[in-house]
T-cell receptor
Framework: EPEVTQTPSHQVTQMGQEVILRCVPISNHLYFYWYRQILGQKVEFLVSFYNNEISEKSEIFDDQFSVERPDGSNFTLKIRSTKLEDSAMYFC??????????FGPGTRLTVT | GNSVTQMEGPVTLSEEAFLTINCTYTATGYPSLFWYVQYPGEGLQLLLKATKADDKGSNKGFEATYRKETTSFHLEKGSVQVSDSAVYFCALSVPISGGYNKLIFGAGTRLAVHP
């Protein structure tokens, strides 16, 4: 069964460093998403992406964040200058046409 | 605004017990409703869904009915197994710009089933 994959599973970085989280969505899916879950809190929507552009972003998704689909298979989330409060589990999701989104296993980001 | 409220966990049950995890929502319009499950060390997996009022979603012995009158989507299972131990998330799908959608999640309810 096709699945969404994410790498790395765990990323540790120092405050102020740039990180890139990678996702490979399901191959025939057209809509892509990033969500995050701060430990002990809700899963929160960050951004949606379709046809090579952002369709919507939350207020969390400020200028420090960017997304890209560089090569037609990968979907990346970049944080330019990480802060302690960026520590969270980041989930990538994709969907085809129906409502359900399929999630990857997540990347745990730890900012020290 | 749109929101989802779930019962707080953890919920601890013995094997073969009956499970209910309550979920209520606030939304404009007619959202689709979902239950996702997260097993230890894994990502979010879609468990079941319902796209309109009175629909019943079901999968792996779990059921939930979309109740518009009570704005609820409670998850039930008649006889839980140890392998059902996980965190369960209720979610609703809301439209965003351009005809796309996003998911709004509840806080999650941890279920622990003991033999």
């Amino acid at each position: 069964e096709p699945e969404v994959t994410q790498t790395p599973s765990h990323q540790v970085t120092q405050m102020g460093q740039e990180v890139i989280l990678r996702c490979v969505p399901i191959s025939n899916h057209l809509y892509f998403y990033w969500y995050r879950q701060i430990l002990g809190q809700k899963v929160e929507f960050l951004v949606s992406f379709y046809n090579n552009e952002i369709s919507e972003k939350s207020e969390i998704f400020d200028d420090q964040f960017s997304v890209e689909r560089p090569d037609g298979s990968n979907f990346t989330l970049k944080i330019r200058s990480t802060k302690l409060e960026d520590s969270a589990m980041y989930f990538c999701a994709s969907r085809q046409g129906a409502h359900e989104q399929y999630f990857g296993p997540g990347t745990r980001l730890t900012v020290t | 605004g749109n929101s989802v409220t779930q019962m707080e966990g953890p919920v601890t049950l013995s094997e073969e017990a009956f499970l209910t995890i309550n979920c209520t929502y606030t939304a404009t319009g007619y959202p689709s409703l979902f239950w996702y499950v997260q097993y230890p060390g894994e990502g979010l997996q879609l468990l079941l869904k319902a796209t309109k009022a009175d629909d019943k979603g079901s999968n792996k012995g779990f059921e939930a009915t979309y109740r518009k009158e009570t704005t609820s989507f409670h998850l039930e299972k008649g006889s839980v197994q140890v392998s059902d131990s996980a965190v369960y998330f209720c979610a609703l799908s809301v439209p965003i710009s351009g005809g796309y959608n996003k998911l709004i999640f509840g806080a999650g309810t941890r279920l622990a089933v003991h033999p």
